[in-house]
């Protein structure tokens, strides 16, 4: 799928942990299904993988592999973000050529710039 058709239909998706959520959207764009159905299962497989980055290493393994300069569209990173509560998280996102593309709380998409903490291609994308 073309990655503006698929942020295209991730914009009319509401928020379900693990299948449309800050970090199950861009796993979906990379081929990966994350082994999560509820905040509680994620943050404890966060936990004792002993973070974010490290969990997508985990589990995405052969699917992706790591950019060391800048992102290309398609790109799946861990940017760095302001929760509602001013509290600064990491959330996957998808490098859409401009912004970082990205689930809200509140489902669809949102798009922002942001620092990127671990940039992966996925091997989908190669040629």
């Known amino acids: 799928m073309h990655l503006g058709a698929f942020l295209a239909d991730a914009a009319t998706r509401p928020w ?6 800050c970090c199950a959207m861009p796993a979906r764009w990379a ?18 993988a002993g973070g974010l980055e490290r ?13 060391l300069g800048d992102p290309e569209p398609g ?6 973000a302001l929760s509602p509560d001013r509290e600064v998280i990491e959330i996957g996102a998808i490098w859409n050529g401009r912004r970082w593309s990205f689930v809200p709380r509140s489902g669809g998409v ?9 940039i992966w291609r996925p091997r989908c994308l190669k040629p």
């Open 110 to 118: 949102a798009a922002a710039s942001a620092t990127a903490l671990s």
């Open 16 to 21: 379900v942990w693990g299948e449309h959520d």
């Open 55 to 67: 969990l997508w290493v985990d589990v995405a393994g052969d699917a992706i592999e790591p950019v």
């Open 75 to 80: 790109d799946v990173g861990i940017i760095t």
């Open 31 to 48: 081929g990966v299904v994350l082994p999560y159905r509820s905040e509680a299962e994620a943050d404890e497989l966060i936990a004792a």
